[in-house]
């Protein structure tokens, strides 16, 4: 009996050692993004709208009016001013822009992502595939996608009287990694400043002209303000085929977080990499509201190292500034002063805003 129960006993398994298991936490970097601001001239409204969206988060908002390229508000001022980040994939509705006037493709054209799986112009910006963003690029060439890029404004100072702007920064050959197809999917090689992609966006939202952006900080400055175009772009033909891109990125793509079926509607583009130039993440958004007659622009840049950091993180914050200002009315009243005193109710009346 004892030798039988020796080997029952040597018979049981060992009892494993437990395993610890980790849980992976989506960690947001608390930060006070207002902090060093000068807040004396922006647009009270759209000012605390946007604080209170971006809350304590690491990142940027700025605001601008499309129709004359005023900023209406800047948000981590600092950060916005700096001299540029990787745009990510914010900077495919300007590689499809060239596209679509060089040729390359036409809305339906479908190209191939995957086995067995195609995509046309709408789909790619919908849900951001860097596949077909790198075949436009590639077929296209540096030379042509540094010569739009030039056209739009990048490399150079798209504000006027503007002394803290930078002018981000455009590559003199392709990245030595993945060349003009890099360029194409997520911006490698260049610098682009939230001022340079709040421009090109007011550009597609007001049907090609593009003016000087202005951020008037005197009273006589403000009182004498006058919009100043930099430059009218024929691309009103090309721009229904890509607003409809941008539009489904929003219904139900990248920038769904961005949507409100009750609200005023944007359209814009998500952006998210690692950017190695600076370091960490970043998570771009970059739209414009409303359809029919736009009325702002908004771009919002977060940078940092949690997971949380992306384009679709971004779309949120943008969504919750739209939302807000849809319940102040600002949309029927955009062309309208805003006072203090108006601030005073967003801030009593925004807990009971929709989220």
Same mark, same amino acid.
């Given at each position: 009996?004892?030798?039988?129960?020796?080997?029952?006993?040597?018979?049981?398994? *060992?009892?494993?050692?437990?395993?610890?298991?980790?849980?992976?936490?989506?960690?947001?970097?608390?930060?006070?993004?207002?902090?060093?601001?000068?807040?004396?001239?922006?647009?009270?409204?759209?000012?605390?709208?946007?604080?209170?969206?971006?809350?304590?988060?690491?990142?940027?908002?700025?605001?601008?009016?499309?129709?004359?390229?005023?900023?209406?508000?800047?948000?981590?001022?600092?950060?916005?001013?700096?001299?540029?980040?990787?745009?990510?994939?914010?900077?495919?509705?300007?590689?499809?822009?060239?596209?679509?006037?060089?040729?390359?493709?036409?809305?339906?054209?479908?190209?191939?992502?995957?086995?067995?799986?195609?995509?046309?112009?709408?789909?790619?910006?919908?849900?951001?595939?860097?596949?077909?963003?790198?075949?436009?690029?590639?077929?296209?060439?540096?030379?042509?996608? !540094?010569?739009?890029?030039?056209?739009?404004?990048?490399?150079?100072?798209?504000?006027?009287?503007?002394?803290?702007?930078?002018?981000?920064?455009?590559?003199?050959?392709?990245?030595?990694?993945?060349?003009?197809?890099?360029?194409?999917?997520?911006?490698?090689?260049?610098?682009?400043?939230?001022?340079?992609?709040?421009?090109?966006?007011?550009?597609?939202?007001?049907?090609?002209?593009?003016?000087?952006?202005?951020?008037?900080?005197?009273?006589?400055?403000?009182?004498?303000?006058?919009?100043?175009?930099?430059?009218?772009?024929?691309?009103?033909?090309?721009?229904?085929?890509?607003?409809?891109?941008?539009? *489904?990125?929003?219904?139900?793509?990248?920038?769904?977080?961005?949507?409100?079926?009750?609200?005023?509607?944007?359209?814009?583009?998500?952006?998210?990499?690692?950017?190695?130039?600076?370091?960490?993440?970043?998570?771009?958004?970059?739209?414009?509201?409303?359809?029919?007659?736009?009325?702002?622009?908004?771009?919002?840049?977060?940078?940092?190292?949690?997971?949380?950091?992306?384009?679709?993180?971004?779309?949120?914050?943008?969504?919750?500034?739209?939302?807000?200002?849809?319940?102040?009315?600002?949309?029927?009243?955009?062309?309208?002063?805003?006072?203090?005193?108006?601030?005073?109710? !967003?801030?009593?009346?925004?807990?009971?805003?929709?989220?």
């Amino acid at each position: 009996m004892g030798s039988n129960s020796a080997l029952a006993a040597a018979a049981k398994p *060992a009892a494993k050692p437990a395993v610890r298991r980790t849980t992976h936490r989506r960690v947001v970097e608390y930060t006070d993004p207002t902090k060093g601001d000068i807040t004396t001239f922006d647009d009270p409204v759209v000012r605390q709208v946007a604080v209170d969206a971006i809350g304590h988060e690491k990142g940027s908002v700025v605001a601008v009016d499309p129709t004359t390229g005023r900023i209406l508000a800047v948000v981590n001022q600092r950060m916005a001013f700096s001299s540029g980040f990787e745009p990510c994939s914010t900077i495919k509705p300007f590689v499809a822009l060239a596209g679509l006037q060089e040729g390359v493709i036409t809305r339906d054209t479908m190209i191939r992502v995957a086995n067995r799986r195609y995509m046309d112009l709408t789909e790619a910006m919908a849900h951001s595939n860097n596949k077909y963003f790198e075949q436009v690029g590639s077929e296209l060439g540096f030379d042509r996608l !540094i010569k739009y890029h030039e056209l739009f404004g990048l490399g150079q100072r798209v504000g006027y009287n503007i002394p803290e702007e930078q002018p981000g920064l455009l590559p003199s050959r392709p990245p030595v990694f993945g060349g003009a197809a890099r360029m194409s999917s997520f911006g490698s090689g260049i610098r682009i400043t939230p001022f340079q992609l709040a421009s090109l966006v007011g550009t597609l939202a007001n049907g090609g002209e593009q003016f000087y952006l202005q951020y008037p900080r005197t009273e006589e400055a403000r009182e004498n303000f006058q919009p100043r175009v930099r430059q009218q772009l024929d691309i009103a033909p090309l721009l229904p085929d890509l607003r409809e891109g941008m539009l *489904a990125a929003v219904m139900y793509g990248t920038a769904r977080r961005s949507y409100d079926p009750d609200g005023e509607q944007d359209l814009g583009k998500t952006g998210t990499c690692n950017d190695e130039g600076v370091g960490g993440r970043l998570g771009w958004f970059a739209s414009y509201a409303d359809q029919a007659h736009p009325k702002i622009v908004i771009v919002v840049l977060l940078h940092g190292g949690s997971r949380i950091i992306s384009g679709p993180h971004a779309s949120q914050i943008a969504g919750r500034i739209y939302r807000d200002l849809y319940t102040r009315n600002y949309f029927a009243n955009a062309d309208t002063p805003h006072s203090d005193a108006e601030v005073a109710g !967003i801030s009593s009346g925004r807990a009971s805003a929709s989220r």
